[in-house]
């Protein structure tokens, strides 16, 4: 008797909080990233209520999580007929047209939720990402200048700014931010090889060497890092330095040893 009475109580508010036990299973197979079980389960849900709004964009979230991008846009377009989106919604439906490279589209999504929160977390980035993506690097800084108060822990966002900055020819900021973008990860190989190439167009070839150095430790094989030193060893007059690391190059990569190679003066 007692046990029926526990069972009828888990069943009262799981029924309380909107949740079926069989949704509870989709929701903890999701956050565990069992998606291909995950999505199974969903399937199930809309299978028994395919008025289920939820279960949709639920099942969109795991569509995204898992790279399927037209999929996820199916089930929010869908979700959207039963109910207008929240802004939570358009802006998952805006990172799947970005991601679907539909640049433009994704703009006007992200619009829409700058539109109802300024602040609504990353969205200033999101909008920098695609505007820089478009090639607009003036309008891409705008927005990323105002999402790092926002974020100051945000790394990517100190190297989307860096990468705005380098393009309109302020290398000196943009070195500046990818230090900050260092200081938030100095594991990322890839702000240490672009700030090298910072200091490498103010002519500052030491500190270029330094930032090649330290993208090189953490990836061995990092052929950019070469290239770049390459460079940076040939402008500072080791020519042997540089010759060495093309070598390096050819091994790792060959086409853009080919591509280069007029330009080092190496036999």
Known sequence: MRRSFI?????????????????????????????KDALDCWDSVIKNNANDRNAYLDRAMVYYLTGQYAKALQDISYANGLKPLDIDDVNLKANCLFKLGLPDSALTQFYVVYSQDHNYKLVNYNIATTYFENGDATNALKYITQEIPHSPECDSCYGMQAMCLFELKRYRESEQAYSQALKCNPARKEYFMKRAACYGVLKDFKQAIEDCNSAIALDSNYSDAYLLRAFDFQNSGKQEDACRDFDKLKLLDSASATKYGSQINCK
């Open 7 to 35: 069972h009828f109580l888990l069943a009262f508010f799981v029924l309380l909080s909107g949740c079926s036990p069989h949704r509870t299973r989709c929701v903890y197979l999701s956050e565990k990233r069992e998606y």
